[in-house]
């Protein structure tokens, strides 16, 4: 797992996600959503994830977005990516980063490949 603060590379983390999820989606068939985009469900969160949405929009990558109240939601999330062969990525917003993501993603079966971003102001991020 690694973990960047994105205050430290004036934003250089956030350009080289967006870069990431563009090459990941090169690489997928046109129909298929390659990201799930996870947004606290709060002023934050949504105001976030309606940026996030136009930058991957700017860069074709097709995505959906979705509320989340509570880390037992994010567990349910991640839990049905093994289900869903479509999504190579997930990322957090204001959200995630006090939850064991990497026992999440391990315990879920996903696929080796299966990246999650997280960008969460709340929280001091969990070891």
């Given at each position: ?48 994830a ?26 349910q ?44 102001a ?6």
């Amino acid at each position: 797992m690694v973990l960047r603060n994105v205050r430290e590379d004036n934003g250089r983390a956030l350009l080289e996600m967006l870069e990431h999820l563009r090459l990941r989606r090169a690489n997928a068939p046109n129909t298929h959503i390659t990201v799930r985009v996870l947004a606290a469900a709060d002023h934050d969160g949504i105001c976030a994830a309606h940026i996030l949405s136009q930058l991957l929009d700017i860069r074709d990558v097709k995505h959906t977005l979705q509320p989340v109240w509570e880390n037992a939601d994010i567990a349910q999330h991640i839990k049905h990516v093994e289900n869903d062969t479509e999504v190579l990525s997930m990322v957090l917003l204001n959200c995630g980063a006090s939850t064991d993501l990497e026992k999440l993603v391990s315990e879920s079966k996903a696929p080796d490949d299966f990246r999650c971003f997280v960008i969460d102001a709340h929280r001091p991020i969990a070891w």
